[in-house]
């Protein structure tokens, strides 16, 4: 039986500002990474989405990113090691009281947007993302993606790695995503999009950019639901993955 799980960043609304369908996506989806306040969510909108998650049987995991609210955690910050390491233990210590008021534990932690590629492609980084984890709570689960730094020092500090891949991101050929600032970064249509995810569960590849198939470990896909087309696609591959006799459940 192949078993996969399906995640969403949520929790992203702040104040007044309404982003995203978390109510409507989350019975789509098998795991939550919930922001945790930097880049985006507040202490209200945590508690909510952590409500929900519980109501919906997901399971709940840390979304911390940079401390950048005007640019949603998407641009790169000149931090150091120490001050990731600092801002990632205050996001999941927050996210993890609000869940422990709720009676639940944090499943995972997935950071968000420009660290999550920082911590990709900086070693340093990496390590102080994936200490701060395991200094917490070495039962956390760390999503990333295959062949990164992030996932290889989750590995060294002894963390359970979750391989994570994009339903609706295309691949460059060394296996990053191509940047959303390039043409073609994301992908459109569901068609294209499932059968993307489908190479990646079941064959372990992913056809990049230029044409070339490359290796990918995928455990958990990222998909979005921020808005009513992507909310359409989510449900979508997720009755497909069924219909291919994919159980979709979290990791823990």
């Keep these: 039986m192949t078993q996969i799980d399906l995640n969403c960043d949520l929790g992203e609304s702040f104040g007044h500002y309404v982003i995203g369908n978390d109510a409507r996506v989350l019975p789509l989806i098998s795991s939550a990474n919930v922001a945790c306040g930097f880049h985006a969510g507040d202490f209200s909108v945590m508690h909510r989405t952590v409500t929900q998650a519980k109501d919906n049987h997901v399971a709940v995991g840390a979304h911390p990113g940079l401390p950048d609210l005007e640019g949603f955690g998407r641009r790169e910050m000149k931090v150091t090691p120490s001050e990731v390491y600092d801002m ?41 993302v994936a200490q701060a984890i395991a200094d917490l709570d070495p039962e956390l689960l760390l999503f990333g993606m295959d062949g990164t730094y992030l996932t290889k020092a989750g590995e060294k500090a ?71 087309a992507a909310l359409a696609f989510a449900g979508t591959i997720r009755s497909e993955l069924q219909k291919c006799g994919i159980t979709i459940a979290a990791w823990h």
């Design 158 to 228: 002894g963390l359970h790695v979750i391989y994570e891949a994009y339903a609706d991101r295309t691949y460059q050929p060394d296996g990053s995503l191509t940047p959303r600032s390039q043409p073609g970064a994301l992908i459109t249509n569901t068609d294209q999009a499932l059968n993307q995810v489908l190479q990646m569960i079941q064959r372990g590849v992913v056809k990049t950019a230029g044409g070339r198939e490359i290796p990918v470990r995928a455990e958990t896909i990222c998909v979005h639901g921020d808005g009513a």
């Design 88 to 128: 990632v233990v205050y996001q999941i210590g927050a996210l993890r009281a609000v869940a422990a008021a709720q009676k639940i534990r944090l499943n995972h932690v997935k950071p968000h947007g420009a660290l999550y590629h920082m911590a990709a492609e900086h070693e340093k980084i990496a390590e102080a």
